[in-house]
């Protein structure tokens, strides 16, 4: 099992920065790809980025389009998601997850953690 237990969400307004942190523990961390994905009201849980072990990174164009920066320090068994340039459609439910490979598909997550809100606005 892992437990994975997000952090640094809030209200910021459009333009603002954010970084989310996703602290695991329970199991050996290096040993899983992380993935950071959203879901906002009425919409389907969206992937927006993921880390392999070694720091090899996936982003999804459309959702990050240059703004979001996704990291891990396997020290401190925690995986951050660095969020710039904020914008209102970036208002979600974000959630961490973990995985034993590197994969957009939520599907293929086995651990999640709660998630943490963040809402941008104009």
């Known amino acids: 099992q892992v437990q994975l237990v997000e952090s640094g969400g809030g209200l910021v307004q459009a333009g603002a920065s954010l970084r989310l942190s996703c602290a695991a523990s329970?199991?050996?961390?290096?040993?899983?790809?992380m993935g950071w994905f959203r879901q906002a009201p009425g919409k389907e849980r969206e992937f927006v980025a993921a880390?392999?072990?070694?720091?090899?990174?996936?982003y999804d164009a459309d959702v990050v389009k240059g703004r979001f920066t996704i990291s891990r320090d396997n020290a401190k068994n925690t995986v951050y998601l660095q969020m710039n340039s904020l914008k209102p459609e970036d208002t979600a439910v974000y959630y961490c997850?973990?995985?034993?490979?590197?994969?957009?598909?939520?599907?293929?997550?086995?651990?999640w953690g709660q998630g943490t809100q963040v809402t941008v606005s104009s």
């Open positions: 329970g199991h050996t961390f290096s040993n899983y790809g």
């Open positions: 880390i392999s072990w070694f720091g090899r990174t996936v």
């Open positions: 997850a973990a995985s034993v490979a590197v994969t957009r598909s939520p599907g293929e997550y086995d651990f």
